[in-house]
């Protein structure tokens, strides 16, 4: 026997906002110093302490300390993550429209190559139909 539909659990999906995926987390400069200036104040032991308070890992702050050290607090402001591009967007144009027309060039040899095969067998057919009329 079928159940009552107001026994039936709703069939309604309603997202639930854990389960999206998480977005990429930013720090500001002025956070990334401040960690970086708790980090050199840390006793032996503490630092671990102060990463799992924060959740950051231990590589970011390498990360972090070497650009401040590289740079100051204009090297903490870096926010792309990845490694930076080798070529700009216009160069990478340039490369793609240079290798499309490396291709069309190879297309146009052989279409070249092809009315020439074209010709010799037309040739070769004109003399034998003429050679076999004499």
């Known amino acids: 026997m079928p159940k009552d539909p107001s026994d039936m659990p709703?069939?309604?999906?309603?997202?639930?906002?854990?389960?999206?995926?998480?977005?990429?987390?930013?720090?500001?400069?002025?956070?990334?110093?401040?960690?970086?200036?708790?980090?050199?104040?840390?006793?032996?032991?503490?630092l671990g302490a102060l990463l799992r308070r924060e959740k950051l890992y231990s590589n970011q702050l390498s990360d972090w300390r070497r650009e401040y050290a590289e740079n100051g607090l204009e090297g903490l402001s870096k926010s792309s993550p990845g490694?930076?591009?080798?070529?700009?967007?216009?160069q990478r144009e340039v490369d793609k429209l240079k290798n499309q027309v490396q291709k069309l060039q190879n297309e146009l040899a052989i279409a070249d190559d092809c009315l020439s095969i074209q010709k010799k067998v037309l040739s070769i057919l004109d003399r034998s139909s003429n050679g076999s009329t004499q």
């Not at 309603?14 to 389960?19: A, E, I, Q, R």
């Not at 490694?83 to 216009?90: H, L």
């Open 10 to 46: 709703d069939s309604q999906v309603t997202p639930d906002s854990k389960l999206e995926k998480r977005t990429r987390r930013v720090f500001k400069p002025e956070y990334k110093l401040r960690i970086v200036q708790e980090a050199n104040a840390c006793k032996h032991g503490e």
């Open 83 to 90: 490694p930076a591009p080798s070529k700009t967007a216009e």
